[in-house]
């Protein structure tokens, strides 16, 4: 993969602030699946209850417990989010990526200065 200039990234930048579908696949090269952009515009539009209910393996987790909380807190770095799980082991796992991501992720770095 060739190595892109700030001037090349650039004009992804803002999109991926705004837009957390541009986000993921900027960030972290994920392409949402039709069913992830329907829970990541209920996600943006500041919905204080959302239920997803879908089979294992379609991406709940990453995108509700790992995407969804790095955009919030590079929007906004005062933002606060605690994980509930059902063992602690996942709740840290989750909290893991997204402090990993914060810290190492180059573009998330160039996103979110």
């Given at each position: 993969m060739p190595v892109l200039s700030y001037s090349q990234l650039?004009?992804?930048?803002?999109p991926a602030r705004e837009d957390m579908g541009v986000f993921m696949k900027f960030v972290l090269r994920l392409?949402?699946?039709?069913?992830?952009?329907?829970w990541l515009q209920e996600l943006m539009s500041g919905v204080?209850?959302?239920?997803?209910?879908?089979?294992?393996?379609?991406?709940?987790?990453?995108v509700v417990g790992i995407v969804w909380?790095?955009?919030?807190i590079g929007r906004d770095v005062n933002t606060h989010i605690a994980y509930c799980s059902h063992t602690a082991g996942q709740a840290q796992r989750q909290s893991v990526a997204?402090?990993?991501?914060?810290?190492v992720n180059r573009k998330?770095?160039?996103?979110?200065?």
């Open positions: 650039e004009p992804l930048l803002k392409t949402p699946a039709p069913h992830h952009w329907v204080d209850r959302l239920l997803i209910i879908a089979p294992p393996r379609h991406a709940k987790t990453t909380p790095a955009w919030l997204v402090r990993d991501m914060l810290a998330y770095r160039l996103r979110f200065p």
